[in-house]
């Protein structure tokens, strides 16, 4: 156990359809990072928090939105879902805004059908 | 833009030594890190350059040129435990942390 938690781990939906992830930092931790990593692919990142505020933003759809709350979890909104949103869903956190260093919960696949 | 190079795949025999490169072209550089992915399972953070030079970490070694733009990731005494997919990640400007695609290492007996 990484320290990171996320819900759910599995997650089929159809396409139209809107889902949220949500991560549980590790516990001291202020950033929270958001991945997704399609079929043997790389991770593409999406967006970062750190306490509470949007700190940098990947190539993240429109259709996405992100937020953290005050005690530090975070949530992944994702709408109007497609095909090619079928993906691994990371979060990682961070004690501060370092580049390094990352722990990563066990992701949320997300399969749209 | 911000793009990060290594070889797709890589096979080596238990016992031996490999070693995994990676190119990045990014706007800034913060420091180069390492991060490993067995099948199904979550990344996990290996090492950490952020000066030019070896960093050693048990089997793992990772070394890191900033004028080359340039790092790799050293194995050494190839265990069939460490197949698994390999990404180096470099935060570039803005605060993005970047990912390359991933060297999936291949180890035979």
């Known amino acids: 156990d990484s320290g990171v938690t996320q819900t759910p781990k599995h997650l089929i939906t159809a396409t139209g359809q809107r889902v949220t992830l949500r991560c549980s930092p590790r516990s001291g931790d202020l950033s929270v990072y958001w991945y997704q990593q399609s079929l043997d692919q790389g991770l593409q990142f999406l967006i970062q928090?750190?306490?509470?505020?949007?700190?940098a933003k990947g190539n993240i759809l429109e259709r996405f939105s992100a937020q953290q709350f005050p005690d530090l979890h975070s949530e992944l909104n994702l709408s109007s879902l497609e095909l090619g949103d079928s993906a691994l869903y990371f979060c990682?956190?961070?004690?501060?805004?370092?580049?390094?260093?990352?722990?990563f919960g066990s992701g949320t696949r997300l399969t749209v059908v | 833009g911000q793009s990060l190079e290594q070889p797709s795949e890589v096979t080596a025999v238990e016992g031996a030594i490999v070693q995994i490169n990676c190119t990045y072209q990014t706007s800034g550089f913060y420091g180069l890190s390492w991060y490993q992915q067995h099948d199904g399972g979550a990344p996990t953070f290996l090492s950490y350059?952020?000066?030019?030079g070896l960093e050693e970490t048990g089997r793992f070694s990772s070394f890191l040129s900033r004028s080359d733009s340039y790092g790799y990731l050293l194995l050494q005494e190839l265990q069939m435990k460490d197949s698994a997919s390999y990404f180096c990640?470099?935060?570039?400007?803005?605060?993005?942390?970047?990912f390359g695609a991933g060297t999936r290492l291949f180890v035979k007996a």
């Open positions: 990682a956190s961070s004690v501060a805004t370092q580049d390094y260093g990352y722990t």
């Open positions: 350059n952020a000066l030019d």
């Open positions: 990640a470099v935060r570039g400007g803005g605060f993005k942390t970047i």
């Open positions: 928090y750190y306490n509470g505020e949007e700190r």
